[in-house]
């Protein structure tokens, strides 16, 4: 009888050990699902973060190029107020010189010299206007890229973390 008792008490006695042993090894493997549920946590977070720090880099820059855009814009026009402006002296000392000299100024050489001016000073302001308007659309188009780059990198970025908790999902799976 003792001896049947030893053995039970045997039996048991391993029952608990290996009911233990199971029982740290669960929360071993349920620590380890926990820490990888975190890392994957900060990696989504860390994910998104960094792809709305880029898109918002890009978003600034697009703003910067909009506002090249503008400040292109009143650039030339002060440049073309300029022109103007000398287009105006040149003509009113052309006429000037011409009734010093006694030349009728409504006619013949003076008007000759005051149409030739205009026109020059028309091509330039044609020039600087057409300069304008494209360096202003090329500023528009960077800005336009900047703001596309932004939108993808926020979606590249949603993309990778939605791929970091998919990952995550499957090695849970894979464990059981």
Same mark, same amino acid.
């Given at each position: 009888?003792?001896?049947?008792?030893? /053995?039970?008490?045997?039996?048991?006695?391993?029952? !608990?050990?290996?009911?233990? /042993?199971?029982? /740290?090894?669960?929360?071993? %493997?349920?620590?380890? $699902?926990?820490?990888?549920?975190?890392?994957?946590?900060?990696?989504?977070?860390?994910?998104?973060?960094?792809?709305? /720090?880029?898109?918002?880099?890009?978003? #600034?820059?697009?703003?910067?190029? #909009? !506002?090249?855009?503008?400040?292109? @814009?009143?650039?030339? $026009?002060? &440049? &073309? $107020?300029?022109?103007?402006?000398?287009?105006?002296?040149?003509?009113?000392?052309?006429?000037?010189?011409?009734?010093?000299?006694?030349? #009728?100024?409504?006619?013949?050489?003076?008007?000759?010299? +005051?149409?030739?001016?205009?026109? *020059?000073?028309?091509?330039?302001?044609?020039?600087?206007? +057409? *300069?304008?308007?494209?360096? %202003?659309?090329?500023?528009? !188009?960077? %800005? @336009?890229?900047?703001?596309?780059?932004?939108? %993808?990198?926020?979606?590249?970025?949603? !993309?990778?973390?939605?791929? $970091?908790?998919? #990952?995550?999902?499957?090695?849970?799976?894979?464990?059981?």
């Amino acid at each position: 009888m003792e001896l049947a008792l030893a /053995a039970v008490g045997k039996v048991v006695g391993s029952g !608990l050990a290996g009911a233990g /042993a199971a029982g /740290a090894g669960g929360f071993a %493997s349920t620590a380890l $699902t926990v820490l990888q549920g975190a890392s994957a946590v900060l990696g989504v977070v860390g994910q998104m973060g960094a792809a709305n /720090a880029s898109a918002q880099a890009a978003e #600034d820059a697009a703003v910067q190029a #909009d !506002l090249q855009a503008g400040q292109e @814009k009143v650039e030339a $026009t002060n &440049q &073309q $107020t300029q022109m103007k402006k000398e287009l105006m002296r040149i003509l009113g000392e052309n006429e000037v010189a011409a009734a010093n000299a006694g030349i #009728d100024i409504s006619a013949g050489v003076a008007q000759q010299a +005051n149409a030739t001016a205009k026109k *020059d000073a028309h091509t330039s302001l044609t020039v600087s206007r +057409n *300069d304008q308007e494209f360096q %202003s659309a090329l500023y528009r !188009l960077r %800005s @336009k890229g900047l703001q596309r780059k932004a939108k %993808s990198q926020r979606q590249a970025g949603l !993309l990778n973390a939605v791929g $970091t908790g998919v #990952d995550f999902g499957i090695s849970l799976f894979n464990r059981g």
